[in-house]
């Protein structure tokens, strides 16, 4: 196990929560507000395979509001997490949203792909990489959820488990927003982040 991932276990092991049914909403972790428009980052780019060999981009996804999720078929949260993913993935699909997880599973595409087919995970699945997690800067715990605005930028990020209303709260309120323009001021700024991709 690679230090990264060995990290991140630890982590995620240290705040596994029980069943979402015994824990108290007051114990979700999670800020309830969105960035305003001037502090959100332009979510760095990738280029990686889904479970049916498609490259995936994020650019792809732009005009979309995407909850893009870090994730592992050992991670507890992880899974409370995803039958809310599902229900966001059928519910918010014909708005312009889409669920992207990212898995950080060490063997890859051998342990995601039974856990997919097993779970019958109705959103799309990427195998990331430690160089994909620390490009978006903080995802040393399990799991991290970042929600994308349509331009492409980070809305909100999450470290650990958070409520599915939170989430649902602040995927109505990106889709109830009208697509504005990137700010010139973050581009002057140096705002844009660096780029992943693989082949």
């Not at 949203?97 to 019958?120: M, R, T």
């Not at 990020?157 to 889709?175: C, F, N």
Request: charged content about 20%.
């Amino acid at each position: 196990m690679s230090v990264l991932s060995l990290a991140i276990a630890l982590a995620a092991c240290s705040s596994a929560p029980a069943p979402e049914a015994h824990i108290p909403e007051a114990s979700f972790a999670g800020d309830s507000n969105l960035k305003a428009g001037t502090e959100r980052m332009p979510a760095p780019e990738f280029a990686l395979k889904d479970v049916n060999g498609a490259t995936v981009k994020l650019a792809d996804y732009k005009g979309k509001v995407v909850l893009l999720n870090f994730w592992a078929t050992w991670c507890v949260p992880c899974k409370a997490e995803m039958p809310w993913f599902q229900e966001f993935e059928k519910n918010y699909k014909d708005r312009g949203f889409a669920v992207l997880g990212a898995s950080l599973d060490e063997d890859g595409w051998q342990v995601v792909k039974p856990y997919i087919d097993e779970h019958k995970l109705n959103y799309r699945i990427i195998v990331a990489n430690p160089e994909m997690a620390q490009l978006y800067g903080v995802v040393d715990a399990l799991p991290t959820t970042f929600v994308i605005e349509q331009q492409g930028r980070i809305a909100a990020t999450h470290t650990r488990l958070v409520s599915k209303a939170l989430y649902a709260k602040q995927i109505e309120q990106l889709l109830e927003t009208t697509h504005a323009a990137l700010p010139r001021t973050e581009l002057a700024a140096g705002g844009k982040l660096a780029d992943f991709r693989t082949n």
